[in-house]
């Protein structure tokens, strides 16, 4: 093996950097599932009876269904009765401000580099922080109130606003939409909700951050955004997760709905634990994220940096309703060590002039597994729909694959559809150059790993570049740097 | 500056140099020449020190280092500089981003604070006048789409901004017209100075009417088997390499 590729090895056999327990006290569910579990969740967030029998349908339909084999991904059965469903910080309190909070769950943000009122002073942004179940601390509420934004977890939602989850509630994901989706339906713990009315650009970009903290525990989470006719909002999600020994599930649905001339831009970092080198442990993330652009001239953006999970089953996907709507998804997805990744979209063309973009540009690296699967479907009344989709492939090292699966169904003659791939390996010659003007084989594979990902780092809020290209670093070069 | 005795290498199992000698002074100019396959190329992979090419004798002293002890990028931070043949792309990179990274960690390496973005682009405007080049390239990505001068003008700029202290031309003429090889030579002229020192690769007695130097080597089957001034190379160019063959083949 020559000296770059063991440099490159030693590179992409990095550990997990950011794998930590927190010792909060839990109140969790007996292990297992079944209608008393789901109705002790129900009673557990006091919801009524209208969703409880909402999960209860879910459930019932999820009993009917089996596990989807078909993504190129693989591993052990997933028992569902060894899964605890809920799980909640014990101490609830009311915060008045941020020196209320656990001191714990303070110490963990703080290693995760997530200070809230740094977040608040510096950054202007509003952060739901959601600690396995329950939202912890919400802040800049009220100034998103006065313009009549809602921004609150989930739970809160469904008694501030049933209304409006009543309303939305599985309108773009439903519960019988596929199994995991249906599982989620049935137990989801907490999430966040959001709307803005009509008319309402949001002023500041909205986040949460999730992280799984409770051996053993699935995490369900349910994120619904809408904005009203004319309203623009960018969201942000980012997750990391402590290391852990057993493989945990997450299945979480993001359902997003852009009425006439409404934008939404969704933008996440992804970073659950990934398992060790040799792929023991893990999260399994099996999300559904959908968004549909029921108005004219809708418009819903998706932009995606995936580096963590052991497995990744995520299509965010958009369904172009209205005429001149539009669907974007932009994806980094890095694979290393044992990880196994099958992500991509689904653009669903339906109104006449649809457009939508595709971009995706995956990482290969270790002995990792990396496919894009994406469709494109034009339906037989999207006359004149257009859509362009570039997918890219990046080998790093010898021992990891990299996949491309595209699928295009048109029926109307009229659409336009382009489909670019490549597949490229990180030269041993580009890294000699970066080399031979003094930069380390590092820090070479970190140059020009972002340089392939700019365009897709371009599309994301300004501090979450940052904190995507220091991921990517870390996803990189891990504990070597 | 540069000490190379009894230097042997191979590639791929070929052996290519075979036992090569030869002093670089600081502030000298050694012009390289010879017929192709004679080792020129390797020799200035060897001294960067490219993984694919085996040292398998002799010692190189570089600024009193042993060189062949360092690895390529601490070869470049102790101020060898390789201008390429083939000068490599480097996609969605910018010229501009690729050269911060590079200064600084030169910088680094001397105990010196990295240059903020205004010193930077500073120097870098300063430089990019040298070999008369656009501002836009600095904005596109390294070397991709590049014309074949503008990579070796490229070359030089990068040359300009690190400040070896060898620079090595690897037939930075091959490619050239007349007037990016006039640009290239004059930032070559222009960053001649006492302490710095160069060894010129090449092909053609051309580039040696504008880049004049002190020596002229002439390699053949991996040595150095006849030394002289730019008066040698005039004779290459009106006599060929048969003559140099001959006397060879005589002394063996």
Same mark, same amino acid.
């Given at each position: 093996m020559s000296e770059d590729l063991k440099i490159l090895d030693e590179v992409t056999n990095s550990e997990y950097k950011w794998g930590f327990v927190s010792n909060i006290e839990s109140d969790n569910a007996p292990k297992g599932l079944n209608e008393d579990i789901v109705r002790f969740i129900s009673t557990k967030k006091n919801e009524p009876e209208w969703l409880l029998e909402w999960r209860l349908k879910a459930f019932r339909h999820w009993k009917t269904m089996t596990e989807p084999k078909w993504p190129n991904v693989s591993y052990p059965e997933i028992d569902f009765q060894d899964i605890i469903y809920y799980s909640a910080p014990k101490k609830k309190v009311s915060l008045n401000s941020l020196d209320e909070l656990d001191p714990e769950i303070k110490a963990t943000f703080d290693k995760l580099g997530i200070s809230l009122e740094?977040?608040? @002073?510096?950054? &202007?942004v509003a952060v739901d922080a959601v600690i396995d179940s329950v939202s912890v601390k919400t802040t800049f509420r009220e100034t998103l109130a006065e313009l009549g934004i809602i921004f609150s977890s989930f739970s809160e939602a469904v008694h501030e606003h049933p209304e409006l989850i009543k309303k939305y509630l599985g309108s773009v994901v439903p519960y019988t939409d596929n199994f995991y989706a249906a599982l989620n339906s049935a137990v989801f713990s907490d999430g966040s909700f959001c709307y803005i009315p009509k008319g309402v650009r949001c002023p500041m970009e909205l986040s949460t951050y999730f992280r799984i903290n409770s051996a053993g525990t699935g995490q369900f989470e349910r994120t619904l955004i809408i904005a009203d006719e004319g309203a623009t909002v960018s969201y942000l999600e980012g997750c990391t997760a402590p290391m852990r020994d057993e493989n945990q599930l997450h299945a979480a649905v993001v359902e997003i709905v852009s009425h006439s001339d409404a934008n939404v831009k969704y933008s996440t970092v992804q970073n659950w634990y990934? *398992?060790?080198?040799? &792929?023991? &442990? *893990? #999260? /399994?993330?099996?999300?559904?994220? @959908? *968004? #549909?652009?029921? &108005?004219? @001239?809708?418009? #819903?953006?998706?932009t995606q940096v995936e580096t963590g999970s052991a497995i990744t089953w995520k299509y965010p996907s958009v369904i172009l309703k209205g005429n001149y709507s539009s669907g974007e998804f932009y994806s980094v997805a890095v694979t290393n060590n044992m990880q196994q990744a099958d992500t991509g979209t689904k653009m669903i063309h339906i109104g006449k002039n649809t457009k939508s973009i595709i971009v995706s540009k995956g990482i290969s690296c270790g002995r990792s597994q990396n496919s894009y699967r994406g469709l494109v479907r034009i339906g037989k009344n999207a006359d004149h729909a257009r859509n362009f989709s570039q997918c890219d492939s990046l080998l790093i090292g010898d021992k990891c694959g990299a996949h491309t699966f595209p699928y295009l169904e048109v029926a109307n003659k009229s659409a336009r559809v382009e489909h670019e791939a490549t597949t490229s390996k990180v030269g041993e010659d580009q890294i000699f150059y970066c080399n031979q003007r003094g930069i380390s084989t590092e820090d070479a594979v970190n140059l020009i790993v972002n340089g392939y990902c700019k365009e897709v780092f371009n599309q994301l809020p300004m501090e979450f570049a940052v904190e995507a290209q220091k991921l990517l670093a870390i996803s990189l070069e891990g504990s070597v740097g | 500056m540069l000490s190379i005795k009894n230097l042997q290498a191979s590639v791929e199992g070929r052996q290519i140099l075979n036992g090569l000698h030869l002093e670089v002074k600081p502030g000298e100019v050694h012009a390289i020449m010879g017929p192709n396959g004679s080792g020129k190329s390797t020799l200035a992979s060897v001294l960067a020190g490219r993984e694919e090419y085996e040292v398998n004798g002799g010692q190189v002293t570089f600024l009193g280092q042993d060189l062949l002890e360092l690895s390529p990028e601490d070869r470049a931070r102790a101020g060898l500089f390789l201008a390429f043949q083939y000068p490599v792309e480097i996609p969605g990179v910018s010229n501009a981003n690729f050269l911060k990274t590079a200064v600084n960690e030169v910088r680094k390496s001397r105990g010196l604070e990295p240059l903020d973005s205004k010193d930077f682009l500073k120097l870098m405007n300063e430089k990019m006048k040298l070999v008369e080049m656009d501002k836009s390239m600095t904005q596109r990505s390294v070397n991709e789409g590049f014309s074949g001068g503008e990579k070796k003008r490229n070359e030089i700029f990068q040359m300009a901004m690190l400040e070896p202290t060898l620079a090595i031309l690897d037939e930075t003429d091959s490619g050239l017209d007349i007037d990016a090889l006039r640009i290239v030579s004059n930032g070559v002229n222009a960053l001649r100075g006492k302490d710095r020192s160069f060894i010129v #690769?090449?092909? /053609?007695?051309r580039l040696l009417d504008y880049i004049v130097p002190d020596f002229v080597h002439v390699l053949y089957k991996g040595r150095i088997v006849k030394s002289g001034t730019k008066a040698l190379a005039l004779e290459l160019e009106e006599k060929g390499y048969d003559w140099i063959k001959e006397e060879v083949a005589v002394n063996a």
């Open positions: 740094e977040q608040k @002073r510096l950054a &202007g990934p *398992g060790d080198k040799d &792929g023991k &442990g *893990g #999260i /399994y993330n099996f999300v559904t994220k @959908r *968004g #549909i652009c029921l &108005g004219d @001239r809708a418009k #819903i953006s998706w | #690769i090449t092909h /053609y007695q």
